[in-house]
């Protein structure tokens, strides 16, 4: 039964991030709602897979060096990835956009590495009893998952820089369309 709820977590994610790719390699309709939900749902989705790493033994005083990672990673991409993004209006009279993808790669590793060794480490249950499980790593398990999650963390923050970026360039692309 693990085995399977695993694969199918798997093929989830594959589904929806290659049409999320597709969008982002092509270009799609956006909106300041759209951008907003996505980067709380990728906040949640990352917060809610690195919170199991205090529970497996990782000192909680480490949420001081994810917040650091996190913090920088969203200004450090809200600056590089400025020019990566072009933003148009289409026939349909939508506002469309493409570009900015190393951050959607860092994150997607990051949290597939996560689920992995989540995987690995945890066993074949994770899924859907590592919430709540007092089970503790060994310590390179920890330095390892401690890795993982720092670059979950810097994906993330790279994402919303990216999607900050992403408003801003929407927002005046707005007050240029009126002028």
């Known amino acids: 039964?693990?085995?399977?709820?695993?694969?199918?977590?798997v093929v989830v994610i594959a589904i929806v991030m290659v049409f999320r790719f597709r969008k982002m390699l092509s270009g799609g309709p956006v909106n300041k709602n759209r951008?907003?939900?996505?980067?709380v749902s990728y906040f949640g989705i990352s917060l809610f897979t690195v919170s199991n790493s205090f529970q497996v033994g990782v000192s909680i005083w480490y949420v001081f060096a994810y917040a650091g990672v996190?913090?920088?990673?969203?200004?450090?991409?809200?600056?590089?990835v400025r020019d990566g993004i072009k933003v148009w209006k289409s026939d349909d009279g939508k506002i469309h956009a493409k570009g900015g993808n190393i951050p959607y790669v860092i994150w997607l590793v990051g949290l597939v590495s996560r689920f992995a060794l989540g995987y690995v480490f945890i066993g074949p249950d994770?899924?859907?009893?590592?919430y709540g499980s007092q089970k503790t790593l060994s310590t390179l398990a920890i330095?390892?998952?401690?890795?993982?999650?720092?670059?979950?963390?810097?994906g993330v923050g790279a994402l919303a820089g990216r999607n900050i970026n992403l408003i801003s360039k929407l927002k005046n692309f707005?007050?240029?369309?009126?002028l």
């Open 1 to 9: 039964m693990a085995l399977s709820q695993t694969l199918i977590f």
């Open 35 to 39: 951008i907003i939900l996505a980067t």
């Open 70 to 80: 996190l913090t920088s990673a969203t200004y450090l991409s809200h600056r590089l």
């Open 126 to 130: 994770y899924f859907m009893t590592a």
């Open 143 to 154: 330095e390892v998952t401690l890795v993982v999650d720092l670059i979950m963390m810097l």
């Open 174 to 178: 707005k007050t240029e369309q009126k």
